[in-house]
């Protein structure tokens, strides 16, 4: 159907960059760069100086990102991790192709996985923590840290929507032993296709990485062992070198879009909202989504439908123990399951006009009159 407002615009986005985009995948291809090459180190480059960590390792997924972490970190069958069950399916996977157990602790009411709860899920076959820091908000990574601490657990951030945000100052994916960042489309910083990277400051866990995307190969001929083809392409390198240019300022327009929703939607008793954006404290949020709790969540969404408005449900409504698939049944979380019955995301990205707001915020504010 034709959206007056979009979720995402991918075409708006495109239409602004399109010049320096075919020019620099026209010089790419001239030089027939595709793997492994200049694009794809400068880029790497590019994400550590920013996130704040020694080594990026450029894959060709947010999901192998996190596989690949996993694995590099020595996790073993049989081995827990600690994770929420508010997350996309990836999450789980890689922890359990790993042959590891996915541990489910519930959420708080920033939609986060709640830190007070992990201690109580802690046994003698815990290895990691596995924080996944979603919307563009991080997790408490100080009380996560202290934890983490205290009995010895490695830290694997899913920071796959979190790019830019930070914690007291320090940015997502430079806690742990290793962040895992998605490239994907639709991501706060997103390729025209699959992309991913792990980043950490541990010299060894980004060498076997390095060799674990690319089938082992070592410099000396060798391999290190049976491992993956799994390798950020450089002309994707490319694309997102250029759009990291525009990064900072699309952080900005989140922000400025975040504030203007808290704003138009603050006084409506059936909503819950995000927190709003705040330049001093201690989460600066980039808002990779604005996910909003909503009661009559069904009819709101078939309402702003018919009215030209797209949304989505978070995962398509469900966390990792509600999909029976996953055999993660086991597990009751009552805050997330509150969050799933009334989570819907409204149009955010970067490309939204202030009239596009308006009619969202006025739209909403009909369904409720109503």
């Known amino acids: 159907?034709?959206?007056?407002?979009?979720?995402?615009?991918?075409?708006?986005?495109?239409?602004?960059l399109e010049k320096e985009l075919l020019s620099t995948i026209q010089e790419v291809l001239s030089r027939g760069d595709l793997l492994l090459r200049?694009?794809?180190?400068?880029?790497?480059?590019?994400?550590?100086?920013?996130?704040?960590?020694?080594?990026?390792?450029?894959?060709?997924?947010?999901?192998?990102?996190?596989?690949?972490?996993?694995?590099?970190?020595?996790i073993q069958p049989a081995d827990e991790i600690i994770t929420s069950s508010h997350t996309f399916v990836a999450t789980g996977a890689a922890i359990h192709h790993s042959g590891a157990k996915p541990v489910l602790v519930d959420i708080g009411e920033d939609h986060n996985i709640d830190a007070s709860l992990i201690e109580n899920m802690i046994t003698d076959k815990t290895k990691a923590i596995m924080p996944v820091h979603l919307n563009g908000r991080?997790?408490?990574?100080?009380?996560?840290?202290?934890i983490a601490n205290k009995y010895n657990l490695l830290i694997i951030e899913d920071a796959a929507q979190a790019l830019g945000a930070t914690f007291k100052g320090k940015k997502a994916g430079s806690f742990g032993l290793a962040g895992c960042f998605s490239f994907y489309p639709a991501k706060l910083l997103g390729a025209y296709g699959d992309a991913g990277a792990v980043v950490t400051s541990d010299d060894s866990l980004a060498k076997n990485i390095s060799y674990l995307r690319n089938h082992g190969r070592m410099d000396n001929g060798e391999v290190s062992g049976w491992a993956y083809n799994t390798r950020?392409?450089?002309?994707?390198?490319?694309?997102?070198?250029?759009?990291?240019?525009?990064?900072p300022s699309w952080i900005e327009r989140r922000r400025q879009i975040?504030?203007?929703?808290?704003?138009?939607?603050?006084?409506?008793?059936?909503?819950?909202?995000?927190?709003?954006?705040?330049?001093?404290?201690?989460?600066?949020d980039v808002y990779q989504n604005y996910e909003i709790e909503a009661e009559?969540?069904?009819?709101?969404?078939t309402y702003l439908t018919q009215q030209g408005i797209e949304t989505m449900l978070p995962w398509g409504g469900k966390g990792l123990h509600q999909f029976k698939s996953l055999n993660l049944s086991e597990y009751s979380?009552?805050?997330?399951?509150?969050?799933?019955?009334?989570?819907?995301?409204?149009?955010?990205?970067?490309?939204?006009?202030?009239?596009?707001?308006?009619?969202?915020?006025?739209t909403i504010n009909q369904f409720y009159r109503n």
């Open 232 to 247: 950020l392409d450089n002309l994707q390198a490319a694309i997102l070198q250029i759009k990291f240019k525009k990064f």
């Open 38 to 74: 200049k694009n794809l180190e400068d880029f790497e480059n590019t994400i550590s100086g920013y996130v704040g960590v020694n080594h990026t390792i450029g894959v060709n997924s947010g999901t192998d990102a996190l596989h690949l972490a996993v694995e590099a970190a020595g």
């Open 296 to 301: 009559s969540k069904d009819k709101l969404r």
């Open 138 to 146: 991080l997790c408490d990574m100080d009380k996560i840290t202290a």
């Open 1 to 16: 159907m034709e959206w007056r407002v979009k979720y995402i615009d991918y075409p708006s986005q495109y239409r602004k």
């Open 333 to 362: 979380l009552p805050r997330t399951e509150e969050m799933f019955d009334k989570a819907i995301m409204i149009p955010m990205h970067p490309d939204l006009e202030d009239h596009h707001l308006d009619y969202v915020i006025k």
């Open 258 to 284: 975040a504030s203007i929703y808290n704003d138009g939607l603050e006084k409506i008793s059936h909503l819950r909202l995000p927190n709003p954006p705040v330049e001093s404290g201690d989460f600066f």
